[in-house]
Every structure is written in C-alpha cells, then in structure tokens.
C-alpha cells in the first residue's frame, strides 16, 4: 500500500534522478525543465554536446538543481552502460527514464524531396532512424528500466506522437511545383518508430510490474518556425486551431513521471489540441 500523500505531494519529484534521452532537443530541454522545477534531477543524454552542455548548466543555475549532461549515443550499448556505472556511482538509483530522443529531418528542409518518399526510402535511412527511435528506447529501457525496477514506483515515459496514433495526412507536406513522384512525405520511419514506441510501452507496462509504470505520451506538432502555408494546412487539421506552444506538454510530463500518475499505466495520453479526434 502506497503512503497517502496530498495531490500536491504527489507531484513532487525531489532527489529523483530521471535520464532524459536527446535532452539536448527542443522538447527534451523543455522535460528537464518540468523535472527540475519540482525537484529532480534531470540527465540528459544526447550526441550534441555543446547544446547539452549549455542547457544542463543553464537548467542548474536557474532551477537550483544539479543538472547534468552526458554525451551518449543511444544506439550503443556500452556508451548507456557507461553513463548508468557513473549515474549509481554517483547517485546509487536511477528513479525515471524518458524515450525521448530521436531523428526527425523535418520534411520541409529536406532539399531531396523525392528521397522521403516510400519508393525511393534508403534503407541506410530507415536503419538510423529506427536505430534512435526504436532500438535506442530498446536499449536505454533494458538498461535504465532493469535499475529502475531495483526501486518501487519508476517510471519510463515513451515520447510517441500524435503521428503514433494516426497516419500522417500527406498532403500538407506537398510543395508547388514538383511533379507527383517528386512530392514529399512524411517517411515511413516516422509513422513506424511512433506506433512501435507504443508496443514498447505496453511491453515493459508488464514487464516489472508493481517496479516500473511505463506510460506513452503523444504530443502534436509544436511551433518551431515552420513555413506560413505548412502551419496553416496542419492548423486546419487541428480542432483548437493552432499548433502547440513549446510549454504546453511541461505539466503533462510531471504527471506522467511523478506519483500523481500512480495508477496509470500502460496508457497513452494524447495531447495533440484534438487533431486526432478528426
Ligand atoms: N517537435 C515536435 O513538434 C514534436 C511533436 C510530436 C512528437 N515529438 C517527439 O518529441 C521528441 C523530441 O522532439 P524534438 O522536437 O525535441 O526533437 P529534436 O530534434 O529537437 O531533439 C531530438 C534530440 O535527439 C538527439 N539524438 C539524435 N540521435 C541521438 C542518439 N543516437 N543518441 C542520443 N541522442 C540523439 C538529437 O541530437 C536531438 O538533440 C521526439 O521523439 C519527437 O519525435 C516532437
């Protein structure tokens, strides 16, 4: 039986250790920040080490909280063995994971359009990006979530996407002025990598039970620059009628990984301003 605390103590995150993957990122900036705000302490991972470093010393100066960054590449597994040997040196536990990391070409940059497409897909292509997606969330859940399990209530939170849920509509992709077989797409890997991270959740759901909750969240597509015509085709994909502002997943993600979610689990929560109720 589970201490009875206030709503409010329940999303305390205090002296949590919680492994961030692609930490350095838009979004997984953003997690470490909601960690840090109630208490924790976020480790992000990620292969970009001047970004990570800079946002892990920020973090620390403005939360007060010890913040760190480890250069690790999630698609090898002694460089995750690596970062955990020094996490329990240092700390003994590891209390919360979040599959966060991944390799995501925006399709609108992509200056080889055609390349996005099915037909045309590099299998090089589908390797790495499945190897950040998939097998990286793999293998940071075998090794983090096997520690974590040692403890009660841990959490791996898996970052899917309102595109796990649904396909991607791929006409707000297209480009005037390229023939059919040369329109962009959303890649295949996407569309596999989100579906697949929920597999994995319902997997390790199960897998320590009463040890480790994993839990999916599915965010839609936030601001970040985008052209005028491509946010106003997905806009009008979306009933709120906007995309999602940096902050808005922040509070989630401290439900999601504190003991205010303590009977979730399994679950996929869908944040996505109501696109995929369309
Ligand atoms: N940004 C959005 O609109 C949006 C919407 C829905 C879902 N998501 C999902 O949220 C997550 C974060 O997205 P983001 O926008 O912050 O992406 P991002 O590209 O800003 O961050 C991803 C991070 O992963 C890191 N990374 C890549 N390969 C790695 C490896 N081998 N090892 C360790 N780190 C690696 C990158 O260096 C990068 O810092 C992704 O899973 C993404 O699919 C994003």
């Known amino acids: ?89 240092k700390y003994g536990r590891i209390d919360i994971l979040i599959n966060n990391a991944a390799i995501d070409p925006k399709v609108e940059a992509k200056s080889e359009n055609k390349l996005s497409r099915l037909e045309n897909f590099p299998i090089d292509q589908w390797n790495l990006e499945l190897g950040v997606g998939l097998t990286g969330a793999m293998l940071c859940s075998k090794i983090f979530g096997y520690e974590i399990s040692k403890n009660s209530n841990g959490v791996i939170l898996n970052i899917s996407s309102d595109l796990g849920i649904i396909a991607p509509d791929q006409r707000i992709y297209r480009k005037e002025g390229f023939p059919e077989n040369e329109q962009p797409v959303k890649p295949v890997t996407y569309s596999v990598i989100k579906h697949g991270l929920i597999g994995l959740t319902k997997y390790l759901a199960t897998y320590w039970p009463g040890k480790v909750r994993c839990n999916t969240l599915c965010p839609g597509g936030i601001y970040a ?35 205010a979610s303590l009977y979730m689990n399994g679950s996929t929560v869908v944040i996505d301003g109501g696109r995929s109720v369309w």
Do not use: W
Request: aromatic letters at 6%.
């Open 1 to 89: 039986m589970n201490k009875i605390k206030s709503v409010k103590q329940s999303f305390d995150l205090t002296e949590n250790i919680a492994v961030i993957t692609g930490g350095a990122g838009l979004l997984g900036e953003k997690h470490a920040e909601s960690i840090a705000e109630f208490g924790g302490i976020p480790i992000l991972l990620d292969i970009n080490k001047k970004a990570g470093t800079e946002k892990a010393q920020r973090i620390t100066n403005e939360y007060q909280v010890d913040c760190e960054f480890k250069l690790c590449d999630i698609t090898d597994e002694s460089q995750i063995l690596s970062v955990r040997d020094a996490l329990l040196s």
């Open 225 to 259: 620059g985008q052209s005028e015509d491509f946010v106003q085709r997905l806009t009008d994909l979306i009933p709120l009628g906007r995309m999602a502002n940096i902050d808005e997943y922040k509070a989630a993600i401290v439900f999601m990984v504190s003991d």
